[in-house]
RNA sequence: CGCGGGGUAGAGAAAUGGUCAUCUCGGGAGCCUCAUAAGCUCCAGGAGCUGGUUCGAUUCCAGCCCCCGCAACCA
């Protein structure tokens, strides 16, 4: 079976919806710049469907349950409720900061929009008799009050408190993970699930052909009392049961039926590759046992190191995303992440290196380039639809082409290069043809066109920097009449 | 022999069984002056190692070395 993509050229003008989510950010610390890549990924495709005229619902939000968020809260001395309120408060500057533009913020506390939800997808899988009653049995560590792995142990002892963990034994409801591997490797191999980038599907189905386990959907009330209780017993949902139900109790399962089925299926879900197994299986498993339609696309982006290290708070090397905004703005910021990590890969963050992208890719490429054709335009008045050479239209026609490309495998570093290319080209051209000497119109009107062509398209990157340079090109009774500009990222 | 990914100029990326292995940043030289001391052109510098297949391999195959992730009930 080949995926490779022989779709006809078919338009998709028109209401098309299309559903995008972000993982839910853990809120047991505050957000930083690892945070970013994600939620600035989803953020350009759900700007680029709208552009495409797409009816578009980005989902994004916290996930506040579980035994690690309630430790945090006893840490800090405050009840969970109100720690998670705060984190979840962080997350949404977050993205404000970051100009992310979310239609919806789920959190999984929220027991009007999150909980039925989470119940109806629970009592899914139950009346499927996909959840059934076991012991498990594990080592519990008094000082720790929680289950140990076989692997965190020290000479079989418990690291932190240097105790024989105990062997403890707990009753749980288990999910029947087991009867979904060959549908999930199906659904996998015939793309009706498609897995980005490529790799990524490998890896999963790597991990199918070693076999699944049923995995324990509930925890013991008794020990991590944070979470959705499973009605009828004294147990609370498994985090990633609770926590994945997100995705579609925000669009409605569970309390509106209409409005579900508007949305699901989702057309694309980003995660991070630490969590996409939870994804890319249990998800699927889960899906299929509920009788739900599949995500069509699952989208998988790596991690971010800080100068070549891990992120890391005993390291003192956490970014706050803040800092680099307020000194270098958002777009900036944005662009960064967009174009110096591959969409699909690890990247490094460091001041220098933005410093670097800001000065030359921003300030003396792109605010150059429309510096000097504002300058030069400035006060001309030219038709709203205007004459371009077919040198110049080729060009434009090439670019956006390979933007596309890139924007359907989600290589939103390559189509940030294709766009530069284009930026390339009107410097080399301006070069040439020495518009500042001849006055020759019908080049300076290439050069305008260029530059709409440029706006339009690094507007999902750059919202605020597509703007500016748009009010500067405004068009008044079909005439436009291109103004100059102040620079745009002046030189740091 | 646990599973998966990867090793391309100083840095980050890309493509490819065969005339120049491409792009961006950085280094060097020249040109231009519309523009944010911006722009353009040219130059230097590269395929982890060892074998194999082939007329020919960076590309395919095998082995080795090195790096990274995962190894599930912790989200």
């Known amino acids: 079976m080949n995926p490779k993509n022989k779709k006809p050229a078919k338009k998709t003008a028109g209401k098309k ?87 919806d913020f789920i959190r999984t506390t929220d027991k009007k929009k999150h909980w039925p939800g989470a119940y109806k997808l629970f009592s899914e899988l ?51 993970l087991s009867r979904y591997e060959s549908k999930i490797r199906s659904a996998i191999n015939s793309g009706k699930v498609k897995i980005l980038p490529e790799e990524r599907k490998n890896e999963v189905l790597a991990f199918l052909d070693e076999g699944l386990e049923d995995v324990s959907f509930t925890r013991s009330r008794k020990n991590v009392p944070w979470g959705i209780p499973v009605k009828g017993t004294d147990q609370v949902m498994y985090v990633w049961c609770d926590g994945l139900a997100n995705y579609i109790s925000a669009i409605g399962y569970g309390r509106d039926k209409k409005m579900f089925e508007k949305w ?15 994804h890319g299986v249990y998800w699927l498993a889960m899906l299929m046992s509920a009788g739900l339609p599949l995500p069509k696309k699952l989208f998988i982006h ?34 960064y992440f967009l174009r110096e990590i591959p969409s699909d890969g690890d990247g490094d963050f460091s001041f220098e290196k933005l410093a670097t992208r800001y000065n030359d890719d921003l300030a003396k490429g792109l605010g150059n380039f429309a510096s000097r054709i504002l300058n030069m335009v400035d006060g001309m008045v030219f038709p709203d639809k205007l004459t371009v050479s077919k040198e ?101």
Not at 264 to 278: C, E, H, S, Y
Not at 313 to 319: D, E, M, P, Q, Y
Not at 441 to 466: C, G, N, Q, Y
């Open 126 to 176: 139950q009346k499927k008799g996909d959840i059934y009653e076991k012991e498990y049995e594990g080592l519990y560590c008094v000082g720790c009050e929680k289950f140990i792995t076989e692997k965190d142990l020290e000479d079989g002892e418990c690291p932190l408190h240097k105790k024989t963990p105990e062997k403890v034994s707990e009753k749980n409801l288990f999910f029947r």
């Open 302 to 335: 790596g991690f971010i190191t800080v100068n070549g290290q891990k992120m890391s708070k005993t390291i003192g090397n956490v970014i706050k995303p803040d800092e680099a905004v307020s000194k270098y703005g958002r777009d900036p910021l944005r662009y």
């Open 17 to 103: 919806k299309f559903f995008i989510t972000t993982a839910i950010p853990y809120a047991n610390a505050a957000p930083h710049i690892g945070h970013a890549l994600e939620v600035i990924q989803a953020d350009v495709i759900a700007r680029r469907a709208r552009q495409e005229g797409k009816k578009v619902f980005f989902l994004t939000g916290t996930d506040e349950h579980g035994d690690k968020v309630s430790r945090m809260a006893m840490q800090s001395g405050v009840a969970a409720k109100v720690f998670v309120n705060e984190i979840s408060k962080k997350f949404k500057e977050f993205k404000k900061t970051l100009g992310i533009s979310y239609d």
């Open 392 to 492: 110049v239209r080729e060009e434009i026609k090439r670019a956006r082409a390979r933007v596309q490309k890139h924007f359907d495998e989600f290589r939103l570093n390559d189509a940030l290069a294709a766009i530069f290319d284009l930026i390339k080209f009107g410097d080399t051209y301006i070069n040439r043809t020495k518009p500042w000497e001849n006055k020759n119109t019908k080049t300076i009107s290439d050069l305008v066109a260029m530059l709409r062509d440029v706006v339009f398209l690094i507007e999902p990157f750059m919202p605020e920097t597509s703007k500016k340079i748009l009010s500067s090109l405004p068009v008044k009774n079909g005439k436009l009449r291109p103004k100059k500009i102040k620079p745009l990222f002046p030189r740091i």
């Open 264 to 278: 699901w299926p989702a057309d694309v879900q980003l995660v991070g590759k630490d969590i996409f197994r939870f």
